[in-house]
């Protein structure tokens, strides 16, 4: 685990993910069309309002305020943060809650190994689900299935 958190990175792998978005004086981080979410989703709707909550410090449910785009803040690493200012790679996020496991929790409070994370919808299987609650097997099926059932109905 320490060689993983020494490894170097090379510097120019990192630099399209800092850029910013285009919009300014926005500072969040920019997606492929060089603007952030908010900002993609604001000139795809034409809108010709800025949106008031346009700050990189949201309000919580709590009343604190929280950056939605800072960066882990381990070294070189250019992940986001989830918890602590640290990814889940370099122990951020909420851990699983079965006592001594330091392993990040996915749905239900537990990690994988404990129980957590998403069963695949299909009755007979065990995996986990990846994509719309299916395992990738039975999500490329079920694509299959209704794109065979789309040509039937041109026919």
């Known amino acids: 685990m320490d060689s993983f958190l020494n490894m170097q990175v090379d510097a120019q792998v990192l630099v399209p993910s800092l850029a910013l978005c285009a919009a300014s004086p926005c500072h969040?981080?920019?997606?492929?069309?060089?603007?952030?979410?908010?900002?993609?989703h604001q000139d795809h709707a034409r809108q010709a309002e800025p949106v008031n909550f346009l700050s990189r410090l949201l309000p919580s449910s709590n009343g604190k305020r929280r950056n939605?785009?800072?960066?882990?803040?381990?070294?070189?690493?250019?992940?986001?943060a989830r918890g602590g200012g640290l990814c889940t790679r370099h122990g951020g996020g909420r851990k699983?809650?079965?006592?001594?496991?330091?392993?990040?929790?996915?749905?239900g409070g537990f990690c994988r190994q404990h129980g957590g994370g998403s069963k695949c919808k299909e009755p007979t299987c065990r995996?986990?689900?990846?994509?719309?609650?299916?395992c990738l097997q039975h999500r490329q099926e079920s694509s299959e299935t209704s794109c065979s059932a789309s040509q039937d109905d041109e026919d």
């Open 127 to 134: 995996q986990f689900a990846r994509v719309a609650g299916r």
């Open 28 to 40: 969040r981080f920019a997606k492929v069309t060089g603007l952030c979410l908010l900002h993609s």
């Open 96 to 107: 699983c809650s079965v006592p001594g496991c330091s392993t990040s929790s996915q749905t």
């Open 68 to 80: 939605h785009n800072r960066r882990c803040r381990f070294g070189t690493c250019r992940s986001y």
